[in-house]
């Protein structure tokens, strides 16, 4: 079985360092080799790359492992539409985490 990559938020992801999750996510700046995004809960977030980042718009999910509490390197990106409601995906996010669910998500 491959591994699985939950949707996280900035202040879940150190839980998962080492790990593949998935970052719902506003592009703030991009350089030659990161880009910095705004997670659903309003975190930061640097994604390391190499070649072209992938990303043609404003939102994107940013599939990646995650290198320490601030860093993730990608591995792939989803594209998504020009506006995404981070609030709804953040609250959508801490129920998948909530313990009461967690382990009936991802078992």
């Known amino acids: 079985m491959s591994e699985l990559s ?3 938020n900035s202040a879940i992801l150190p839980r998962f360092i080492g790990h593949m999750v998935r970052i719902p996510c506003k592009v703030l700046t ?3 080799s990161t880009v910095t995004v705004q997670t659903s ?3 930061e977030v640097l994604v390391k790359y ?4 992938g990303i043609s718009t404003s939102y994107a999910e ?3 492992q995650v290198i320490d509490q601030t860093t993730v390197k990608k591995a792939a990106v989803i594209n998504l539409q020009s506006e995404l409601d981070l609030q709804m995906v953040d609250r959508v996010i801490k129920s998948i ?4 669910f967690f ?3 991802f078992s």
């Open 62 to 64: 940013i599939i990646g």
């Open 103 to 105: 382990s009936t998500i």
């Open 50 to 53: 190499s070649g072209d980042h």
């Open 97 to 100: 985490h909530d313990p009461r």
């Open 6 to 8: 939950p949707r996280v």
């Open 41 to 43: 809960d309003g975190g």
């Open 30 to 32: 991009t350089t030659d």
